[in-house]
């Protein structure tokens, strides 16, 4: 199994920046694919950003798309969220994701415990 622990979190005002990192530990000697997603209570969970193993594939969701920039280090085990010019409707936690194989469709294998994202106004 394959354990993720997202850092990065915190307060932010309305247009400024974070960058979220999560460590992989664990079985981790297969290809797989890493990515975020974020939810609001009372809001499905909405994907926002993937990378292949070899970092030549991304996906970003289409509400981010411009503003945030994923990216990985396989020799750290880490990928990484840069948020830019962030929205007070990007307040969410954000949970940190990992797929064995391609990374779409991405259906999650393993699931981090999340970090708490919030853009004041």
């Known amino acids: 199994q394959v354990q993720l622990v997202e850092s990065g979190g915190g307060l932010v005002q309305a247009g400024g920046s974070l960058r979220l990192s999560c460590a992989a530990s664990g079985r981790t000697s297969s290809s797989y694919a890493m990515g975020w997603f974020r939810q609001t209570p009372g809001k499905e969970r909405e994907f926002i950003a993937v990378i292949s193993w070899g970092g030549s594939s991304r996906y970003h969701g289409d509400s981010v798309k411009g503003r945030f920039t994923i990216s990985r280090d396989n020799a750290k085990n880490t990928v990484y969220l840069q948020m830019n010019s962030l929205k007070p409707e990007d307040t969410a936690v954000y949970y940190c994701?990992?797929?064995?194989?391609?990374?779409?469709?991405?259906?999650?294998?393993?699931w981090g415990q999340g970090t708490q994202v919030t853009v004041s106004s």
């Open positions: 994701a990992a797929k064995y194989g391609s990374a779409w469709p991405f259906t999650v294998d393993y």
